[in-house]
């Protein structure tokens, strides 16, 4: 018996010894470590459970019980940030299909979306609306675990409206509505608090507001302001109560000026900027994420009878704005952080923003820092991700070429590694 139980301490001792940790060496041709520095060569950079530990210069040797990941010819890369997604959904003029579409569907879509987002070098994302109260908040928990292969996901979940705006179930007959039941409106800065409260509760990380009419939805009211200055600051300052920034979807001009001077932290989409607007954002600090994927992926299903008539009215008026938006941003010195609206196209294209960018006038430099420590800094991670160095998280692409000389080559993505789990 006595060298029994002894047996059992020394099976249990072993079993309680530390576990070891995980460690992975990558070798590369090259680095860039952050978007303001210049393109370095042969490095190795070490990962330990998820995290970066070192960056050295050449390839150096791999200690025992390490993985080893040669990536000769390739460019390291921090992770790439999209502050502006839809994973839960995928690009339809069916706007029918809420009624006809269980929430389990966007579960699974979102799980796709997720993975090819990953793939496509989108190491974290912001996503902006989803229809269903939790996809988006479960699918980051999936992703962090590494139950999934995914980004990892901020999220506002469901998205702000005033009754019957962007963002309102619209398009349906009474009781449809009624019985669609996913509405998240409000009306006052009362009921706007508490849908604010009622977000953070389900596990938002920010709130997103429609503070215009937006173009994809079945409301005909136009694209200028729809929440009143009350309304916008009651939002405004109840997320701030709760430590939450708010996003607000805006295309008019007096919508986009008005949400700056109530303190929204980012405008999505400014259309229609103008000077006025452009001066409201600069004085409060609000950085434009533009967009401009989707004003590429709504132009080409123009008259194929795609979209209904009130979208398609939508979609031809701002058509000949969105091709100058960074470029008036720039002009009156409004921070732009990058984000695409992936969704409204198809998921994992999301790189074709960098030469819309640059086709604005975007430096290739300005551009990779919009999507690297520029939208860290909007998330307030700037200590976490967007580059490569000690301390962050190991999300780190790699590439062919150097994107600080063309910013374009990370539409061609070769590997990527997330929280230190390489995507598959
Ligand atoms: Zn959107």
Redesign the pocket.
């Known amino acids: 018996m006595r060298t029994l139980l002894a047996g059992i301490a020394a099976g249990l001792m072993a079993t309680a010894a530390p576990v070891l940790a995980q460690t992975t060496i990558i070798h590369a041709d090259g680095i860039v470590t952050d978007a303001s520095e210049p393109v370095k060569g042969r490095v190795t950079v070490t990962v330990t459970d998820g995290r970066i530990v070192s960056v050295e210069d050449g390839w150096q040797g791999v200690p025992d019980g390490a993985e080893m990941i040669h990536l000769e010819g390739k460019t390291l890369v921090p992770g790439l940030i999209d502050l ?1 997604t ?1 994973l839960s959904g995928d690009p339809s003029g069916e706007f029918w299909r809420a009624a006809t579409t269980p929430p389990e569907w966007s579960v699974l879509v979102a799980a796709k979306n997720a993975h090819i987002t990953a793939k496509a070098g989108f190491t974290t994302v912001r996503d ?2 989803s229809r269903t109260d939790q996809v988006m908040q479960m699918l980051g928990r999936a992703t962090e675990q590494g139950m999934l292969p995914g980004p990892r996901v901020v999220t506002s979940g469901r998205t702000i409206a005033i009754v019957g705006g962007h963002g309102d179930i619209n398009g349906f007959r009474r009781e449809v509505n009624d019985s669609l039941g996913t509405s998240f409106s409000c009306t006052g800065p009362v009921e706007c608090a508490e849908r604010v409260r009622e977000a953070s509760k389900y596990g938002a990380d920010l709130i997103k507001i429609t503070a215009t009419g937006g173009v994809l939805s079945q409301q005909g009211r136009g694209l200028e302001a729809h929440f009143t200055d009350a309304e916008m600051r009651s939002i405004v300052t109840t997320a701030e109560s709760l430590g939450l920034k708010v996003a607000a ?1 805006a295309h008019g001009a007096r919508g986009i000026e008005a949400a700056a001077r109530a303190g929204v932290h980012t405008i ?1 989409h400014g259309t229609y900027l103008d000077e006025a607007a452009a001066k409201a954002m600069r004085e409060n600090g609000t950085t434009l994420v533009p967009t401009l994927m989707a004003f590429e992926g709504i132009k080409d299903n123009l008259g194929t009878g795609f979209y209904t008539p009130v979208v398609e009215d939508k979609i031809r008026a701002v058509s000949e704005y969105a091709g100058t938006i960074v470029e008036r941003a720039r002009r009156w010195n409004v921070n732009v952080a990058f984000g695409t ?1 992936a969704g ?1 196209f198809p998921h994992g294209e999301n790189a074709g923003e960098f030469a819309l960018l640059k086709a604005n006038g975007m430096s290739d430099r300005d551009a990779l820092a919009s999507a690297t420590t520029g939208a860290a800094q909007i998330l307030g991670m700037e200590g976490e991700i967007g580059r490569i160095a000690p301390g962050y998280s190991a999300d780190i692409i790699a590439v062919e070429g150097n994107p600080l000389e063309d910013v374009t080559v990370l539409e061609d993505v070769d590997w990527v590694m997330v929280r230190g789990r390489v995507i598959e």
């Open positions: 502006h839809h902006v609306g979807h999505e609206d409204v």
